[in-house]
């Protein structure tokens, strides 16, 4: 799949890692590791990923650069401009369903450590509504 590769060179990787250091947080390994947690930041840089390349997709095809989830979606799925768009406009649908659905059953380690959590998840959310400004 193009969304895990994606997820490497997209740039949110390295900035959710500032999410710790901005709050003044360190959150445990064995929180970090935590599959629930995996989950949101993955949610959270598709959607960035997936939003960004739309936004940019007119600027890169004119480029002829074809590294764009949108030229991906046209190619692999037969799909025209528009389909392409809408298919991966549901993607983003079900991409912020998910990261709802995770941060609601997410497992509760202690007090400390669940305020910590979610510091780290709104930095998430703060993420994924900046990207949408920026671009």
Avoid at 16 to 32: D, H, K, Q, T
Avoid at 48 to 59: G, R, T, W
Avoid at 68 to 81: E, G, R, T
Avoid at 98 to 120: C, G, H, M, R
Wanted: net charge negative; hydrophobic share 40%.
């Amino acid at each position: 799949s193009f969304l895990p590769l994606r997820r490497d060179n997209s740039g949110c990787r390295p900035c959710f890692e500032l999410l710790e250091y901005s709050f003044g947080i360190e959150l445990p390994g064995f929180v970090m590791d935590d599959p629930s947690i995996i989950l949101l930041s993955n949610c959270a840089n598709d959607f960035i990923a997936l939003s960004n390349d739309i936004f940019s997709y007119n600027v890169e095809q004119s480029r002829g650069d074809t590294y764009n989830i949108v030229v991906m979606v046209m190619k692999s799925f037969k799909l025209d401009l528009q389909g392409a768009v809408d298919h991966i406009g549901n993607m983003c649908r079900e991409t912020l369903e998910l990261f709802q659905a995770t941060k609601a059953s997410l497992p509760s380690w202690n007090v400390e450590i669940d305020k910590d959590v979610a510091l780290y998840i709104k930095g998430l959310e703060d993420w994924v509504s900046g990207s949408l400004h920026w671009s």
